[in-house]
Antibody, heavy 119, light 107 residues
Framework: QVQLVDSGGGVVQPGRSLRLSCAAS????????MHWVRQAPGKGLEWVAV????????YYGDSVKGRFTISRDNSKNTLYLQLSSLRAEDTAVYYC????????????WGQGTLVTVSS | DIQMTQSPSFVSASIGDRVTITCRAS??????LAWFQQKPGKVPKLLIY???NLQSGVPSRFSGRGSGTDFTLTITSLQPEDFATYYC?????????FGQGTKVEVK
């Protein structure tokens, strides 16, 4: 069965960096674009970034553009999100998400990993 | 980026009520719209895709309509397990956006 396992979250000081990972299994990882979505405590869902199946095309939400970098290693079936110049408002649960069944609709989500930006 | 605006932000309803949530896109997105349900502490769940198609396993009391810029999610005969927050999301562009959410609460 499809599994997405998010990891790498933790408490980090403002201005520092952190790398999140998402280990994928149960499907052909290299065939699908992958996304990151985040949710600040008590707030709504915010789309963060997408990467194409081969890793050559990347798009970012306006609030993270220039600070976050999405990447993937298809040989390891792993998705990454490098978070830099972190701010308090980046505090959120970060989810790795895929759209497997219908190609564009988010039908599989990781369990999420919490990033807390605090001094 | 495409902006998605949901209304209302909160709905107070009783078991058996009919609930309708509206989502408006800032530009024409055809039928590239999904609806998600999220319960506290849980991962969002896909309910509706392609504006009106019910995801496998989702009860038929949920339905979606619309195209272009205006969309609705309707829950007929609200059940106890339906109290949750609902989000729309456009899938027309790589840069996906969600609505701000609608919380369905017990009246």
């Amino acid at each position: 069965q499809v599994q997405l396992v998010d990891s790498g979250g933790g408490v980090v000081q403002p201005g520092r960096s952190l790398r999140l990972s998402c280990a994928a299994s149960g499907f052909i990882f290299s065939d699908y674009p992958m996304h990151w979505v985040r949710q600040a405590p008590g707030k709504g869902l915010e789309w963060v970034a997408v990467i194409s199946s081969d890793g050559t095309i990347k798009y970012y939400g306006d609030s993270v553009k220039g600070r976050f970098t999405i990447s993937r290693d298809n040989s390891k079936n792993t998705l990454y999100l490098q978070l830099s110049s972190l701010r308090a408002e980046d505090t959120a649960v970060y989810y790795c998400v895929s759209a497997l069944t219908y190609g564009v609709y988010f039908d599989h989500w990781g369990q999420g990993t919490l990033v807390t930006v605090s001094s | 980026d495409i902006q998605m605006t949901q209304s209302p932000s909160f709905v107070s309803a009783s078991i058996g009520d009919r609930v309708t949530i509206t989502c408006r896109a800032s530009q024409d997105i055809g039928s590239w719209l999904a609806w998600f349900q999220q319960k506290p502490g849980k991962v969002p769940k896909l309910l509706i895709y392609g504006a009106s198609n019910l995801q496998s396993g989702v009860p038929s009391r949920f339905s979606g309509r619309g195209s272009g810029t205006d969309f609705t999610l309707t829950i007929t005969s609200l059940q106890p397990e339906d109290f949750a927050t609902y989000y729309c999301q456009q899938a027309d562009s790589f840069a996906r956006t969600f609505g701000q959410g609608t919380k369905v609460e017990v009246k």
